[in-house]
């Protein structure tokens, strides 16, 4: 199936990490998250509006660690779906689970780009380095929790270059989560 080349696709890399820049604690734990500050200006969001919010991707993209913490941690994705980037073979008893190896910018582009609208990188770290690599990505929504954690999976370590970004929008929430959406300026030659 391919969708009308009038609504171009765009792939989100969207990230939460602790404001020293940490994805997941060295135990690979995502309690920290769970925030207990309170911003009095912060937004707060209605169910309605996650969920018509979350119901606008169309597709996710994740690594394998990622796939089997989301899997560990009760599949917050629905039926919507989702790609998991493996480097081994893999099975899932979800249907609306896909399961990939190989060459990503093929991949991105001439199949998921053509079947899916709206498409989220939801992690882990080496994909998401990979995504940024390979000019791969349009935006990236970051998402930080008030939070130190010293230590971890940090999300934008050693990405080699220089990648220049536009800031598109921020939020400030309720529970002192900050989120900043940039875009990615696509660049030739930089380092």
């Avoid at 609504?7 to 994805?23: E, Q």
């Avoid at 099975?91 to 079947?115: A, C, M, P």
Wanted: net charge negative; proline share 5%.
């Amino acid at each position: 199936m391919s969708r009308p080349d009038k609504f171009p696709s765009k792939v989100t890399i969207h990230m939460v990490s602790s404001l020293d820049g940490y994805a997941a604690s060295r135990d690979n734990n995502v309690e920290w998250m769970n925030t207990k500050d309170r911003y009095e200006q912060g937004i707060i969001l209605t169910a309605e509006e996650i969920n018509a919010y979350l119901a606008s991707i169309d597709c996710y993209i994740m690594g394998a660690k990622t796939y089997e913490h989301a899997l560990e941690l009760g599949w917050p994705y629905g039926d919507t779906p989702v790609q998991v980037v493996t480097r081994q073979p893999r099975s899932s008893g979800k249907d609306s689970v896909s399961f990939h190896s190989g060459d990503l910018t093929e991949w991105v582009n001439q199949v998921l780009k053509t079947r899916y609208r709206n498409i989220w990188l939801v992690g882990g770290p080496d994909l998401v380095r990979q995504f940024i690599r390979l000019n791969l990505a349009d935006e990236i929504i970051y998402t930080i929790v008030p939070v130190l954690i010293g230590g971890g999976y940090p999300f934008f370590d050693a990405i080699a270059k220089v990648q220049p970004l536009h800031l598109k929008d921020q939020r400030a929430y309720a529970n002192g989560m900050v989120e900043l959406t940039y875009e990615i300026l696509k660049t030739d030659g930089l380092p």
